[in-house]
């Protein structure tokens, strides 16, 4: 269905926040088309489809989609996800990997990632479309709706690829394996408001390249770098115990930590309970932080581990933490050192036991040396 030469007869306008993807999608439906069909007749061989467009379409085919659909190249360059960086990633070459997008995992035309999230409720809309913060791994709420997202289907757990959906298979927002419908609204529980607030907070700041931190400004790009290592405090294996410090899920039972996959490739129900923890650090930040890390026995130098590169909003917290793990006590230290003060005459108390155990501190306000001091004074009174 074409008009006047190369240009499309029916072109729908972009929609706030699309994706390059999901107009292409909605195009190639409003002109009885495929999606490769269509394509292949704006762009000829060059391919899109077998790779992850949204981030690696060459800016040499917006001139030509402009010309097919009379949209301005500006227009159609922020439908890509390359406008991210500089802004919530440093990295300024084009590929597949990018910090904090989700990867689709592209084989051919299937995606083995569930690298694109959606919210049933905005695809039962009248102009349903693909959001660029569905590929972002720090969103997994729908802010619109209150909703948690979704990133794969219920049925039969695919990646969601609207692109394979044919336009004369029926259904449209359905799942390319089994036909699924993927826009029929459900009766989940809403979503945290903590993490709705957080959400709009960061994606806030990708868009206008800064946001305030204990009020001061600072960058976009300080904002989530600094994100990231509080990411990696929560995923490293040698930080377990301030993961199960922090993580706890919406029904209140420990979430597994320490894994090792990269947090983009984390599903979003792994990756809820992560942001989660933030949000709850972010709101009193850095007393509840601080607060975690001394409960868990975790250090400075643990917390920073190889890393040389943190944010001066991170490194500052981080240096009022000593360097070395804290003591932790045990029953028979505590007992003996009661004894040799009553053997010398000398009262059993709290403060008496610390002086003479030489704690500092951090030692003392330990959940776990607490208990065991008092259980030396009570033990022996």
Same mark, same amino acid.
């Given at each position: ?97 990018c910090r904090w997008v989700l990867p689709l995992g592209v084989y051919h035309r ?91 907070? $960061?994606? !806030? ?9 204990? =009020? @001061?400004?600072? &960058?976009?790009? /300080? ?44 599903g979003v129900y792994l990756r809820r309970p992560i942001m989660l923890a933030l ?61 040799? $003060?009553? !053997? ?9 036991? =610390? @002086?003479?155990? &030489?704690?500092? /501190?951090?030692?003392r306000m330990l959940p776990a040396n607490r208990v065991l001091l008092g259980e ?6």
């Amino acid at each position: 269905m074409r008009v006047r030469g190369n240009r499309w007869a029916s072109v729908p306008p972009p929609q706030p926040d699309e994706l390059m993807s999901s107009w292409l999608h909605r195009l190639a439906r409003a002109n009885g088309r495929s999606d490769h069909t269509l394509c292949s007749m704006m762009f000829g061989a060059v391919p899109l489809l077998n790779r992850d467009l949204d981030l690696t379409m060459p800016v040499a085919l917006l001139p030509v989609l402009s010309k097919w659909t009379g949209i301005s190249e500006y227009r159609l360059s922020e439908l890509l996800l390359t406008t991210i960086q500089g802004k919530v990633t440093g990295e300024s070459r084009t590929g597949t990997v990018c910090r904090w997008v989700l990867p689709l995992g592209v084989y051919h035309r299937v995606r083995r990632h569930h690298g694109l999230q959606y919210c049933p409720q905005c695809l039962a809309e009248p102009i349903a479309y693909a959001r660029k913060q569905w590929r972002y791994a720090f969103v997994t709420e729908c802010l619109e709706h209150e909703r948690p997202l979704f990133d794969r289907c219920p049925t039969c757990a695919s990646p969601f690829m609207f692109h394979r959906m044919h336009p004369d298979r029926g259904q449209r927002w359905g799942c390319a394996t089994c036909g699924e419908a993927l826009n029929t609204p459900d009766a989940s529980a809403g979503s945290k408001y903590l993490l709705r607030r957080q959400q709009a907070r $960061l994606v !806030a700041a990708a868009g206008s390249g800064g946001a305030r931190m204990n =009020c @001061r400004w600072v &960058s976009s790009l /300080t904002l989530f770098n600094g994100y990231r290592f509080l990411v990696h405090t929560l995923t490293s294996s040698r930080l377990k115990h301030l993961a199960n410090t922090a993580i706890i899920d919406r029904d209140g039972t420990l979430r597994p930590s320490g894994t090792h996959t990269e947090f983009e490739r984390m599903g979003v129900y792994l990756r809820r309970p992560i942001m989660l923890a933030l949000a709850t650090w972010m709101t009193d930040w850095p007393d509840r932080f601080l607060r975690d890390v001394r409960s868990s026995c975790s250090s400075r130098s643990v917390l920073i581990g190889d890393r040389r590169h943190i944010p001066f909003w991170i490194q500052e917290v981080l240096d009022t933490l000593p360097t070395a793990q804290p003591h932790r006590l045990t029953s028979q230290e505590v007992q003996s050192c009661a004894r040799w $003060l009553r !053997a010398g005459g000398q009262a059993i108390s709290f403060d008496g036991l =610390c @002086r003479a155990l &030489s704690l500092s /501190t951090w030692e003392r306000m330990l959940p776990a040396n607490r208990v065991l001091l008092g259980e030396g004074v009570s033990g022996l009174d």
